[in-house]
């Protein structure tokens, strides 16, 4: 059986809770604005990247500047998590179990610095090795390009500290949302789809589980043999 290599953890929705932050930081924006929001908007943004985001808040009534837009929100929801963090169930036990096992984990999100170091910072060192974060590709989510650059970073040194090349398909990324999952199957990586807030297609490019509560290790591994399927496993 292959060798579970690394993990890629998506950050909101995945590893965090923080997606009602950001919805209601994105209403009390429009409506500071004039403007009108609604949930199926708010949903319609859960995964993508920050640059899109503002410019749907734009078109929602917001005058400000896509960079403007995003340093407010990113503030808004970091101060709501130095208050308090929602972790998503399971996540930092198979964090821990990842660190304790030497498979090694990073994070790949399109929120941008702030927030994702907040996140990384109130976890033990060691449980995220680095972050690539949305400011740091041209394309975001769908896109696989954060997934390829976060491969490509971990791959260059894993043979010099493990003594095997790192394998695309003995990784796997950890996804909750529709560009999310997009974004990881097409890089080429093994891809486990948690539903959170929003539904996701039926597809055949990854595995869905219904939680991370009691998922360790050894069923990431397993995944790694067998076929996705529409089905939750």
């Known amino acids: ?63 400000m500047s896509i960079g403007e837009i995003i340093d407010h929100l990113v503030a808004e929801v970091v101060q709501r998590c130095a208050q308090r963090i929602p972790w998503r169930p399971g996540a930092r036990d198979l964090l821990e179990q990842l660190h304790r096992d030497q498979v090694r984990s990073a994070m790949v999100t399109m929120s941008f610095p702030p927030l994702a170091r907040a996140v990384a910072d109130a976890l033990p060192a060691g449980h995220l090795e680095f972050l690539v974060t949305g400011d740091m590709v041209a394309a975001g989510k769908p896109d696989p390009e954060a997934y390829h650059l976060a491969f490509d970073t971990m791959a260059a040194d894993h043979e010099t500290l493990t003594g095997a090349p790192l394998s695309r398909q003995q990784c796997v990324a950890i996804e909750d949302s529709v560009p999310g999952t997009a974004a990881a199957a097409a890089s080429g990586l093994v891809t486990v789809a ?26 990431l591994q397993q995944l790694l043999v067998r076929e996705p399927s529409p089905a939750a496993v």
Not at 39 to 49: P, S
Not at 194 to 219: C, K, M, N, R, Y
Request: glycine share 10%; no cysteine; net charge negative.
């Open 1 to 63: 059986m292959s060798e579970l290599q690394a993990v890629f953890w998506d950050m909101d929705g995945t590893l965090v809770d923080t997606e009602p932050y950001w919805i209601e930081a994105e209403h009390t924006l429009v409506t500071a604005h004039g403007g009108t929001w609604s949930e199926e908007k708010a949903q319609h943004l859960t995964g993508q990247a920050l640059p899109y985001s503002a410019a749907v808040l734009q078109g929602a009534g917001v005058q």
């Open 194 to 219: 948690v539903p959170h807030l929003t539904p996701l297609p039926t597809s055949g490019q990854w595995h869905v589980l219904e939680t991370l509560v009691g998922t360790g290790p050894a069923d």
